[in-house]
């Protein structure tokens, strides 16, 4: 059964740094591309960043470009979002995907982040 | 960057009664390699979205057979033959076309 766990949200000021992680399992992590898909309350989904499963590949929204780093390690089977720059407009839920077909068929239970002073 | 429409935003269905949700994107999804990346996915509250249909018309494993999905280029559609009172939540068509920027539509949300 595929598990995707995310962690490491929580409040942080404007400006702050934050660090997320996903410990997935249930399937060979390194043969597939990983996302990070959030989620401001009462909105839709907003995909963030994917990377490729050798993890040589990365690429982003624009809304992060700069302020956000993608990366893998597939020894640990956990992906990572580090997120500097924070601002109030990045406050959401934070999801984990894996990408099967083309499109995220698994997604995490997510991990809020609260951007506030 | 496409932009998914979604219509309704809001439906109100009848259990045992049929629901259609209809998504439009702003560029054709038709892929280079033939494919097109039309998703949906059902989002339950306080849960995280499950896809639902990928590739237009192809249901993920354990999806009931009353959603089908269907379309072609810019106009997709996806129903409910017969409504259940599990199907209550909120409906996200999501392009994954023209990659890596997906797009999702703004959601439909659907009640008994």
């Known amino acids: 059964e595929v598990q995707l766990v995310e962690s490491g949200g929580g409040l942080v000021q404007p400006g702050g740094s934050l660090r997320l992680s996903c410990a997935a399992s249930?399937?060979?992590?390194?043969?597939?591309?990983m996302n990070w898909v959030r989620q401001a309350p009462g909105k839709g989904p907003e995909w963030v960043s994917i990377?490729?499963?050798?993890?040589?590949?990365?690429f982003y929204a624009d809304s992060v470009k700069g302020r956000f780093t993608i990366s893998r390690d597939n020894s640990k089977d956990t992906l990572y979002l580090q997120m500097n720059s924070l601002r109030a407009e990045d406050t959401a839920v934070y999801y984990c995907?894996?990408?099967?077909?083309?499109?995220?068929?698994?997604w995490g239970q997510g991990t809020l982040v609260t951007v506030s002073s | 960057d496409v932009v998914m429409t979604q219509s309704p935003l809001s439906l109100s269905v009848t259990l045992g009664q049929p629901a259609s949700i209809s998504c439009r994107s702003s560029?054709?999804?038709?892929?280079?390699?033939?494919?097109?990346?039309l998703n949906w996915f059902h989002q339950r509250p306080g849960q995280s979205p499950r896809r639902l249909i990928y590739?237009?018309?192809n249901r993920d494993s354990g999806v009931p057979d009353r959603f089908s999905g269907s379309g072609s280029g810019t106009d997709f559609t996806l129903k409910i033959s017969r409504v259940e009172a599990e199907d209550v939540g909120v409906y996200y068509c999501?392009?994954?076309?023209?990659?890596?920027?997906?797009?999702f539509g703004q959601g439909t949300k659907v009640e008994i």
């Open positions: 995907a894996k990408t099967g077909s083309g499109s995220p068929d698994y």
């Open positions: 249930g399937f060979t992590f390194s043969s597939h591309a």
């Open positions: 990377i490729s499963g050798s993890g040589g590949s990365t």
């Open positions: 560029q054709s999804l038709v892929h280079s390699d033939g494919n097109t990346y």
């Open positions: 590739k237009v018309s």
């Open positions: 999501m392009q994954g076309t023209h990659w890596p920027t997906w797009t």
